[in-house]
């Protein structure tokens, strides 16, 4: 199993990022799929899920309204569209899989600054 995630950078407060997620070695459009995030000295904190089909979409209280997690089965991919990013919103983000345990992506720096 192997997750690939793209798309960090830095950007300034109120803008956007989109990030990507890429799986392979599993059948992905049979699992839920999720996306945490970790600042420094924090734990590490889940932000989105999606079921496998994509019909439902679950949020954290911190970026309800603003972030919207979605999938292309057809590409065994995971997004995660974030919208009037705010500093507090700097963090490494990680995309997430159960497959018979935890797997993690690398992560991707995200930076929200003027």
């Known amino acids: 199993v192997q997750l690939v995630e793209s798309g960090g950078g830095l950007v300034q407060p109120g803008g956007s990022l989109k990030l990507s997620c890429t799986a392979y070695?599993?059948?992905?459009?049979?699992?839920?799929m999720s996306w945490f995030r970790q600042a420094p000295g924090d734990n590490r904190e889940l932000i989105a899920s999606?079921?496998?089909?994509?019909?439902?979409?679950n949020y954290g209280d911190s970026v309800k309204g603003r972030f919207t997690i979605s999938r292309d089965n057809a590409k065994n991919t995971v997004y995660l569209q974030m919208n009037s990013l705010k500093p507090e919103d700097t963090a490494v983000y990680y995309c997430?899989?159960?497959?018979?345990?935890?797997?993690w992506g690398q992560g991707t720096q995200v930076t929200v600054s003027s």
């Open positions: 997430h899989v159960y497959w018979g345990r935890d797997y």
């Open positions: 070695g599993f059948t992905f459009s049979n699992y839920h």
């Open positions: 999606i079921t496998p089909g994509g019909s439902r979409t």
